[in-house]
């Protein structure tokens, strides 16, 4: 079995029959029950600012909190097709698209509006799933990291991500025109991050990998939106986002030059396969089946089209620094790089870590009301 096999269940990564097997089967469930197998930790040692980088980030955190219900004007009338066409006229669409001989050669600007439509409902329901996640995710570390500073931090990590389901669940429910139930690769990725017993391995799955994607996508998103009360809801999430992400470099930085080779290894490969996972998502499959199109051809399609995959890229902006800042991309025989050469995404490596630039996503004083 080779290692593409072992780690995600396939050969080929863009094996396209092989990524739409992967579904949801429990659409309807209102609860979904992950067993949590970590120790609760206690530590008797609470000295503050042992750490001083985890304490600098602490107090940041103390001063930049924002209240999702008072400090968004939700006044704002959003009207979604009209937010869908502005957006299209403000960025092109499909214009590098080659759609000959697809079904998509006889949309008009009614399938294409629609779609528009529907692919920001399933955007946003998807990162309310993933910010309820970290929700999870970051109470975990709260009791599984046995340093005091990592614990006084990744609490008020969890009312952050509280405030972020919170609003986009707002956005969702008052502004948009549907939900959309968890895509299945983002809730197999969330499964497996909760199941793991080891404190390290919900810091890389959560706050290296998902949070750093996350900050990347809420990134695009925020520059490619005409909507006003959405630009200034991510912006306020990515203030947040940034440091969780930072969070997660400094601890692991640490922690993981004390670990052997052996042991790195399987952080490398739990990295590609959120890699792979993550990627997965964003082919929305949801979206062509609830629309009632070929599902298959249309993904091959998207696959294909050079800005889809310039996005898709994009989304590892934050993530492959991060990873060579921890040592991830090199560590042994540099198997890392070269599964993220594989995807196509190993030319981030040299951009900034988040670590070094997540004072530069701060909210300005006076920016919110709140965050003082």
Known sequence: MTSNERIIGRENVNDIEQILMITNTDVDAAIHTVKDNADAIFTWDYEKGSRPALNKLYEKAKNS?????????WSIDVDQEAVVAANAAANGRGAEMNLAGTFFEKWGDKEWNELGVQSQNWMLSQFMHGEQGALLCTAKIVE???WIDAKYYASTQVMDEARHVEVFAKYLNEKLSGHYPVNAHLKML???????????MTYLGMQIMVEGLALAAFGFMHQMTTEPLLKQLLRYVMSDEARHVAFGVLSLKEYYQELTQAELRERQEFAFEAAVRMRDRFLQQEVWDRMGVPVKEAVTVIMQDPGQQLFQ???????????RKLGLLDAGDGWLREKFTELGVIDFEHMPDTEEEYDTFALAEGEVASAR
């Open 190 to 200: 969330l499964d497996d991050i909760v199941l793991d017993s080891r404190w390290d």
């Open 144 to 146: 599984t990291v046995p």
């Open 313 to 323: 890229q994009m989304l590892f902006a934050k993530i492959v620094p991060n990873c």
């Open 65 to 73: 909190q924002w209240n999702g219900e008072t400090d968004l004007d």
